[in-house]
């Protein structure tokens, strides 16, 4: 496994959020409810993706993979926390509660992403079907997300394909992570189960804390779960397929 397939596999994955700005070319503004749909179609597909990576880390350690994703919530726990503190530094430039909020949303799924980026190159260190696999989620799941960016920039003035390009940059963890994280696993190999936990931890660890109680806040509960749990069981399927 090269290491550019892993650089270009990312790159694919941020432009992928990119196409969530596309249908704001002919609306400016969609029902919220698609907002709830989105959020947790994505949660579903990043709750399977999890399980794939767990599932993937227990055939080589269990106890390494349960330590790698204990750190991984850990991780993403401390980001946020160092996050807030530089955001309300960042807003200070810009003007408005609207772009408070628009630079939240932004700055949010950033930490988020780095995450991502970790789970795509921990999971070609995994080897090239499980790398596809993971990627393949990531990138769908992160169409919803750059709609839901969208939906928040675009109704207050930002022309698409500036939200676009916001969506993208959102997502430019993603290759900036993969490449290192592969780069670790290939060289240090007994911690890839580390790894691959480290990245479903964090990861479903976001799904709880963040894509869920998003979706809630514009779809009813019995919606949220549904389509969450259609969609991982989706993925695992599609994973058992392969
Ligand atoms: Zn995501």
Excluded: C
Excluded at 150 to 165: E, F, K
């Amino acid at each position: 496994m090269s290491v550019w397939i892993v650089a270009l596999a990312a790159l694919i994955t941020a432009v992928a959020t990119g196409i969530g700005a596309v249908p704001f070319f002919f609306v400016r503004e969609m029902p919220r409810r698609w907002l709830g749909l989105s959020n947790a179609l994505a949660a579903g597909l990043m709750l399977g993706a999890s399980i794939s990576l767990i599932r993937e880390g227990i055939a080589f350690n269990l106890v390494r993979t349960l330590v790698g994703a204990a750190v991984g919530v850990v991780l993403i726990i401390a980001a946020r926390a160092a996050l807030g503190e530089r955001e309300e530094l960042a807003v200070g430039r810009l003007e408005g509660a609207d772009a408070l909020e628009a630079l939240m949303i932004v700055g949010i799924m950033t930490v988020h992403s780095f995450a991502e980026g970790v789970g795509v190159g921990v999971s070609y260190g995994g080897g090239g079907d499980l790398g596809n696999l993971i990627t393949a989620a990531i990138a769908i799941h992160n169409i919803p997300e750059g709609l839901a960016i969208s939906l928040v920039l675009v109704p207050r003035g930002v022309p698409a394909w500036r939200a676009g390009l916001w969506s993208i940059v959102s997502s430019l963890p993603q290759p900036i992570m993969a490449i290192p994280a592969f780069l670790f696993v290939t060289l240090f190999e007994p911690l890839l189960p580390a790894g691959l936990g480290f990245a479903a931890g964090a990861m479903i660890y976001m799904v709880a804390t963040e894509l869920v109680p998003e979706a809630r806040k514009d779809a009813t509960d019995l919606t949220v779960a549904g389509v969450t749990l259609v969609a991982a069981v989706a993925m695992i399927i599609f994973e058992a397929v392969l």
